[in-house]
């Protein structure tokens, strides 16, 4: 809980920061603890099976084969940052299984050279496992997208929504079905759909019927601002409020590290560096 915490604060630290750029923006603290652990997980760890997690793959070409070495051993990090606090289980989409089961063969690994030490967390696949790129209805939505178009966020306005749901990509057919192998755009409409008000894919569909994909689409932005309207008011609340946002990181980062350091110390006296 202290690392959501934590986790959360950063994510509003990042607007302020926009809003207050300069000397007088404090960095966001940080537990060195990731870092150490996630170097020590790193010698466990072959690079043929970095090379062969889908997710390099894919952004390495889309960087015409210039990734980098942090990019190739980010899911060690990610696996740093779950084993650090002995996690049991993790909720993941399903573009990040893969990297759940290097989590899970790093915890075994050690767990086998060293002791019983790490729990081997489970999965938790969320009932809508993956948002489709709105451009692209085959890739995954991504917040590093180059369009614009393709990734609807929190903070956009009403206005950005409808136009991002209006040039989502669909088909020629006007009537809303879910049949994500032959009508993967107008799913993904439906996917959202479910998702951001709590109905089922087949009554998303029923409630839908004899509306035509191009009203469908303004449906569903209307839902997903619904949606994110409390959330968005948060934001903004958080946002005039920079003391408090400055003492939950230093709360947040005190309650971390007196999770992790122990933790880090005992990984250190095992592995001969203590």
């Not at 030490?117 to 995954?140: E, G, N, Q, Y």
Request: aromatic share 6%.
């Amino acid at each position: 809980m202290a690392l959501h915490s934590m986790r959360k604060a950063r994510g509003c630290w990042r607007f302020i920061r926009a809003l207050h750029k300069g000397s007088a923006a404090a960095p966001a603290p940080q537990v060195s603890e990731h870092t150490q652990l996630s170097w020590i997980l790193s010698c466990m760890v072959r690079l043929p099976r970095l090379q062969h997690l889908h997710q390099w793959k894919a952004k390495t070409t889309k960087q015409k084969h210039d990734g980098t070495g942090g990019l190739l051993t980010y899911p060690v990090l990610q696996a740093a940052d779950i084993l650090l606090y002995k996690s049991t289980h993790v909720p993941v989409g399903e573009d990040q299984v893969q990297h759940m089961e290097l989590v899970q063969d790093l915890a075994e690994g050690f767990n086998k050279k060293y002791g019983e030490f790490f729990p081997v967390p489970k999965s938790i696949l969320t009932s809508m496992k993956k948002v489709k790129s709105l451009r692209d209805p085959s890739a995954k939505m991504s917040k590093s997208d180059p369009d614009k178009l393709a990734t609807v966020r929190i903070t956009d306005s009403p206005e950005e929504i409808v136009q991002k749901f209006r040039k989502a990509v669909t088909d020629f057919t006007s009537e809303v079905t879910y049949d994500p192998a032959g009508r993967a755009g107008v799913s993904n409409m439906v996917a959202v759909h479910a998702a951001v008000t709590g109905l089922s894919v087949e009554e998303v569909v029923r409630r839908s019927a004899g509306m035509d994909t191009a009203h469908y689409k303004l449906a569903v932005a209307d839902a997903v601002i619904e949606k994110f309207a409390p959330i968005k008011r948060e934001i903004e609340k958080l946002k005039l409020d920079k003391d408090h946002l400055e003492k939950v990181l230093q709360i947040g980062s005190a309650k971390a590290k007196e999770l992790a350091y122990p933790v880090c110390q005992e990984v250190k006296k095992l592995v001969g560096f203590l």
